[in-house]
Each structure stands twice: as structure tokens, then as C-alpha cells.
């Protein structure tokens, strides 16, 4: 049935689809050559055609593959220019350096046949096998103190993790860790008692995360430039750290006022309890992350006085008068207007009636725009394609295929519409834009070509 659709639909949509999508319609395409030729980031999915994206995607260099592939379709892609795998399972790092000879970063749930090449990162999500001589960088997460100790006698040395997650250690682990050259350090569900915690402040860490842990007074020596804190009853107080750049807390109880003589640039709050909101006035915040959990007036009063770049705020209910107020320096916003009880954005069935943002009323010098759950008017829409913005996102936003006209004239490299009522008819249209990534609904091709 596929064949008997016309071809200029189905062209007309090619380059909007994941590559498994076009690899079902690889036949019934005429002429498929060139529409990947921008393509960097390649996913090999179930029905993924590897002969097509070897052909057409001469220039991806980053391959996530979510299912099992064997080694002769894997070979298939050796001439690509890949230099990151991301896998979803098992790896063999000896069988991917044979095939890719410039790789610099291989990610998997489990990592085997670590032998060769210097000078290449390895982060595993799971477990690895082993570590050669060779491998200088690793990025990992280990769930028991075994774990870590079987893995550094396997290879009789100090392990060269740069980025750790650990859930326990002991101070046999401990020991080994501040040998290790680590960078990045994330701490969950610590049961080792402070003291033994502070023997870590040796550390050179440029970032730290901690899950239900306080902060060792001794750790305030230590150069961190971004701190993430969660489930912590309260912060701030404690936070010293006089090179911080970028602040995370979730799930905690924060005061602002204890935190005004730090130099951070970068503020995300989510789901915390904050006092003191209006003492952000005091610091130089230019990014800021936030889902109040107070007025949304107080926010916005706040939100104003800063010399804000980017912004992120969900669970609101804004109006077109707040963005008035918003200031002119932001270059990236980003607004949700809807949270479910845990936590988790969600994105309902119809735009939030008590969201009184139209689009007509946007800072003037924005590159990224992001709105989920927002009813955008046609207005609004010719106000967004004015301004000089490269990454749009309008999700749940109620745009159809004649509204999506209006974008027409932009020069966009992403965007994405999903859970919106467009069509093939108004995909059609955005084809000469410089996209590299377009995410949108399934498209029916048969309702299309009616």
C-alpha cells in the first residue's frame, strides 16, 4: 500500500522522521539522497535500515544504538566519521575501536574488552568487566563497595575515574578514591558517618552532588564550581564554597539571604521551600532555574531586577503583563505551565486555561524559546517569527497546520511541536529551514494523501 502513495508526500515529510521511520519507507521513496547530508547524531532503533544511514549520512559523528547490532551491520557504518557510541546495553570497546578508529567516547550499560587506545573517555551506566593499563578516563556509576574493590583488583592499580557515582563506601574505598583523579563525584545514599565523610575534602572536585547528606564543614576548602544538593532539610548556611558557579537544590528547604556573598551565575530550584526570595537581588544571576513554590508576583518582582540571560520557570500561571516586565538581557526562556503531584512535568490534554500568555508580549533579543501547554494566538505566533530565534519548542500549544505557516519565514536549526494538530501538509513548508533536529507527532501518510 506504501508504494501507492505519492512520492512527493512522502519526500516532503522524510526529513522530519527518525531514520527507523524512513527506513519502513526506504522503498517506497524515490529519492531519499541528500535529505540526512546535515545529520550529526544518528539512533539505530528495531527497523533501523544501517545500509541507508551508512549511505546518506556521511557526516554523523555521535551513534546511539537501542537495540542489539550485530558486528557485520555494525561494520557497515565503519566509514562514518563516529566518534561518540552511546549504547543502551553491552559493548565491546576492543570491537568498537576496530570499527572506529576515532573514537573518543564510548557510554554503555556494560563495558568489556577494555584494551586499547589512550586517550578515550568510558562512562558505564551498569558494571564494567575490566580496565586496561591504558584507559585514562573513566565515568561510571557503582552501586557497593565490592564493586569497586573488585574492579581495582582486576586491574591492580588505581582506577582513573574523573566522574563517579557511588552509593556506600568504606574507608578501605575511600582511601582508593582520594587517589583517584576525579573531577565529578556524586554521593547517594551515604551511610558512613561525617567524619569519615570529611576525609574526601582532599579532593580537587569541580563538581560535587549530594542525595540526603549535609555538607562537611571541611569540604568549604574545596574549589567546586557547581554544587547539586537533594533532599536536604536545609541549605545555604553551609555552602562557602567561594569559586561556585552553578547551584542546583531539589526537594530542600533554602534560605537566599545565606547565600548572597557567593559568586554563582547559575541558580536551579525545584520543588524547594525558599525564604528570603527577594535577597537574589543581592547576587548575579544570570541563569535561573526555578519551580516556585511561592506567589507568582514575588517571582516575577524578582525575576525583573535581574540581569537574567536565561530563564526556566515551570508551574505557572503567567500573563502576558509579566513578560512585559521581564528583562530585556534574556536571551533564553523557557515556560511550563503545568506539574503533576510528584514532580514530574506532564503535559495534559489541552493548553492551561489560566495561562494568560498570547506570545505577543516576548523579550526582544531571545534565541531559545520553549512553551509547554500554552495557547499561543496567531498574534503571538507573528510576534515569535520576528524575533531572531534559532531553537523553538511549542509543546501541547495547539498549533495546526495553518498556524505553522506563520513560522515559515524563520531561519529555525530546532524545533519541536509535538502534541500539537500538525500535518504532513504543514511540515511540508519548513523544509528549506537549516534544521537539525525537528521533533513533532506520527504522521498518518494515509489521512495525508487524501
Not at 53 to 59: G, K, P, S, V
Not at 152 to 181: H, Q, T, W, Y
Not at 371 to 398: D, M, W, Y
Request: charge should be neutral; glycine fraction near 4%; charged fraction near 25%.
Amino acid at each position: 500500500m506504501l508504494k501507492r502513495l505519492g512520492n512527493d508526500i512522502l519526500i516532503a515529510v522524510a526529513s522530519f522522521l527518525k531514520l527507523w521511520d524512513v527506513s519502513l519507507l526506504c522503498r517506497a521513496i524515490g529519492n531519499v539522497k541528500g535529505i540526512y547530508s546535515r545529520v550529526k547524531i544518528v539512533e539505530i532503533n528495531k527497523f533501523s535500515d544501517i545500509g541507508m544511514i551508512a549511505r546518506y549520512c556521511t557526516h554523523a559523528s555521535t551513534l546511539y544504538i537501542n537495540v542489539y547490532i550485530k558486528d557485520n551491520d555494525l561494520n557497515k557504518l565503519r566509514l562514518l566519521p563516529i566518534s561518540r557510541i552511546i549504547y543502551s546495553t553491552e559493548v565491546s570497546m576492543n570491537r568498537c575501536l576496530e570499527i572506529f578508529p576515532n573514537l573518543s567516547y564510548l557510554e554503555a550499560g556494560i563495558v568489556r574488552d577494555i584494551s586499547k587506545l589512550p586517550n578515550i573517555e568510558v562512562k558505564f551506566r551498569g558494571r564494567i568487566t575490566e580496565v586496561s593499563n591504558n584507559i585514562t578516563k573513566l565515568h561510571g556509576k557503582l552501586g557497593s563497595i565490592e564493586a569497586l574493590r573488585s574492579l581495582s583488583a582486576k586491574a591492580g592499580r588505581i582506577l582513573p575515574f574523573e566522574s563517579l557515582c557511588i552509593e556506600d563506601v568504606d574507608g578501605n574505598a575511600m582511601d582508593a578514591m582520594k587517589r583517584m583523579p576525579l573531577k565529578n563525584l556524586e554521593i547517594k545514599e551515604f551511610r558512613a558517618t561525617h567524619t569519615d565523610i570529611s576525609q574526601l575534602a582532599c579532593l580537587k572536585l569541580d563538581r560535587l552532588t549530594l542525595r540526603r547528606l549535609n555538607i562537611p564543614a571541611n569540604f568549604t576548602g574545596m574549589a567546586l564550581k557547581e554544587l547539586v544538593c537533594i533532599g536536604i532539610w536545609n541549605v545555604g548556611a553551609d555552602i562557602k564554597f567561594q569559586n561556585l558557579q552553578k547551584l542546583k537544590i531539589t526537594g530542600c528547604q533554602v534560605d537566599i539571604e545565606t547565600m548572597v556573598h557567593l559568586p554563582i551565575a547559575e541558580l536551579i530550584l525545584q520543588r524547594c521551600s525558599i525564604n528570603n526570595l527577594k535577597s537574589l537581588r543581592k547576587m548575579k544571576i544570570t541563569h535561573l532555574d526555578i519551580t516556585p513554590s511561592i506567589a507568582i508576583a514575588e517571582i516575577v518582582e524578582v525575576i525583573c531586577s535581574l540581569p537574567l540571560t536565561s530563564l526556566k520557570i515551570d508551574n505557572v500561571s503567567l500573563s502576558d503583563d509579566d513578560l512585559r516586565r521581564f528583562p530585556s538581557t534574556l536571551k533564553t526562556l523557557s515556560i511550563t505551565s503545568h506539574e503533576d503531584i510528584y514532580g514530574e512535568m506532564e503535559d495534559p490534554e489541552e493548553p492551561d486555561p489560566e495561562v494568560e500568555i498570547t506570545g505577543e508580549i516576548l523579550p526582544p533579543n531571545l534565541i531559545e524559546l520553549e512553551f509547554h501547554n500554552i495557547l499561543i494566538t496567531q498574534a503571538g505566533l507573528r510576534n515569535i517569527a520576528r524575533l531572531p530565534i534559532k531553537s523553538l519548542t511549542l509543546v501541547n500549544c495547539e498549533l495546526t497546520d495553518e498556524k505553522i505557516r506563520i513560522l515559515y519565514g524563520m531561519e529555525l536549526t530546532y524545533l519541536n511541536v509535538w502534541k500539537n494538530k500538525v500535518t504532513s501538509c504543514g511540515l511540508k513548508g519548513l523544509m528549506h529551514m537549516p534544521l537539525t533536529t525537528c521533533k513533532h507527532d506520527l504522521i498518518d501518510f494515509l489521512r495525508a494523501n487524501k
